[in-house]
């Protein structure tokens, strides 16, 4: 595709409930980043992909947070029993010796 | 010490003026330092790069890194109402490709 895309634009979730957000880097594209950012904040680093491999999760906030890239292309974000402090928007980006490239981002609230 | 800092703002201009934005980081080992443009409720996009000592141009946009002042700025000339947005400076952590985001700093620009 042209862009990073990322599902769904917005998700609201019930405190407890579980989440997953996709992200669709751009064709080629061997790296692949997730950061949250805040209201009013910047981007915080959640984990990093190259091709399907996780080479970095530090971070992660907790053990409910969980990302996989099996195939080396798409990646899910996935957060289990979600809090309200998990309300953010979740960034995907991609590159390939380039810039990064951000998708539109997942804005997660949870009520 | 957060790993890169940026005033907050707002830094307000006059349109047609030179808007001045200054980043520091604490990283020695970084090697790539980046200028992204959010408007609010959008995602980061990718302004400006530079990896050597010095000044770098691109239109309206300059770009100035000193390494050993781990300083690094942007600078907007002819300042329009539409660059009226908050700025994301960002650092490569040692060798690595991951980007540490300062909270970054919103820019208004008045007619």
């Known amino acids: 595709g042209a862009g990073v895309s990322q599902s769904p634009r917005y998700k609201v979730a019930k405190r407890g409930q579980d989440v997953a957000l996709r992200c669709d880097p751009i064709s080629g594209h061997v790296s692949l980043f997730w950061y949250q950012q805040a209201l009013g904040q910047g981007p915080e680093f959640l984990t990093y992909?190259?091709?399907?491999?996780?080479?970095?999760k530090s971070g992660l906030p907790s053990d409910r947070f969980f990302a996989e890239r099996p195939e080396g292309s798409v990646s899910t974000l996935k957060i289990q029993r979600t809090q309200q402090e998990d309300s953010a928007v979740y960034l995907c980006a991609s590159h390939n010796n380039s810039p990064l490239h951000f998708g539109n981002g997942t804005r997660l609230t949870v009520t | 010490q957060k790993e890169v800092e940026q005033n907050s703002g707002p830094l307000s201009v006059p349109e047609g003026a030179i808007a001045s934005l200054n980043c520091t980081y604490s990283d020695r080992g970084s090697q790539s330092f980046f200028w992204y443009r959010q408007y609010s409720g959008k995602s980061p996009e990718l302004i400006m790069f530079i990896y050597s000592n010095g000044d770098k141009e691109d239109g309206r946009f300059t770009a100035q890194l000193n390494k050993a002042s781990q300083y690094v700025s942007l600078l907007i000339r002819d300042s329009q109402p539409s660059d009226s947005a908050t700025y994301l400076c960002?650092?490569?952590?040692?060798?690595?490709?991951?980007?540490?985001f300062g909270t970054g700093t919103r820019l208004q620009v008045f007619p």
């Open positions: 992909f190259q091709n399907e491999a996780q080479l970095d």
């Open positions: 960002a650092v490569n952590r040692g060798n690595t490709d991951k980007l540490i």
